[in-house]
């Protein structure tokens, strides 16, 4: 069955970085992409950006461009999303999620990110 | 680019039906068949529902439904049980530039 399970809880500094990992298992793991889908507390889904774990071609939101990047190591069949130059409003649970064609057919369990100081 | 929109809040008695609109415009919604719905339970991952606006994932209940009418999307939900209890969000591709996808503002389903 497909899994996708995630790294633990972070808690980082502003002007730090996060690297989040997620690791993919049930599927042949280049024939997807995946998405990175962040929620602040109490508030709604907001996609960040996708990889294709075929050839590592990526596209990001607007708003996280020059402050992300999102990698693919196919020998552990893990995805990676870092963001840098972390402020208070990047807390938030960050979810990984299979995309396959339009949509996100699955989710890793989530890792929180808090940024304080 | 702006999150698609939602009521916020939509409610039913166990066994009726709601339905949940989602409206964009004619750079997401209204582009292409792209819309996808999502149910989160509290402290959950967003769980897959529907798919290329209709469209059901194997294991998902045939009292979930979707459609569209140019940039507005709606998700149905028929025969409402209590663990249909939960935050439901659309999502669509958006054609703009580097925008790739938009998720809608979410909609809080209670079974009372």
């Given at each position: 069955q497909v899994q996708l399970v995630q790294s633990g809880a972070e808690v980082k500094k502003p002007g730090a970085s996060v690297k989040v990992s997620c690791k993919a298992s049930g599927y042949t793991f280049t024939s997807y992409g995946f998405s990175w889908v962040r929620q602040a507390p109490g508030q709604g889904l907001e996609w960040m950006g996708w990889i294709s774990a075929y050839n590592g071609n990526t596209d990001y939101a607007q708003k996280f461009q020059g402050r992300v990047t999102m990698t693919t190591d196919t020998s552990t069949t893990t995805a990676y999303m870092e963001l840098r130059s972390l402020r208070s409003d990047d807390t938030a649970v960050y979810y990984c999620a299979r995309k396959a064609w339009y949509y996100f057919d699955y989710w890793g369990q989530g890792t929180l990110v808090t940024v304080s100081s | 680019q702006s999150a698609l929109t939602q009521p916020p809040s939509a409610s039913g008695s166990p066994g009726q039906s709601v339905t949940i609109s989602c409206t964009g415009t004619s750079s997401d919604v209204g582009a292409y068949n792209y819309v996808s719905w999502y149910q989160q339970h509290p402290g959950k991952a967003p769980k897959l529902m529907?798919?290329?606006?209709s469209k059901r994932p194997s294991g998902v209940p045939d009292r979930f439904s979707g459609s569209k009418s140019g940039n507005t999307a709606s998700l149905t939900v028929s025969g409402?049980?209590?663990?249909?209890e939960a935050d439901y969000y659309c999502s669509s591709y958006a054609v703009s530039n580097n925008l790739g996808y938009v998720f809608g503002t979410g909609t809080k389903v209670t079974v009372l």
């Open positions: - | 529907i798919y290329e606006v409402l049980q209590a663990e249909d």
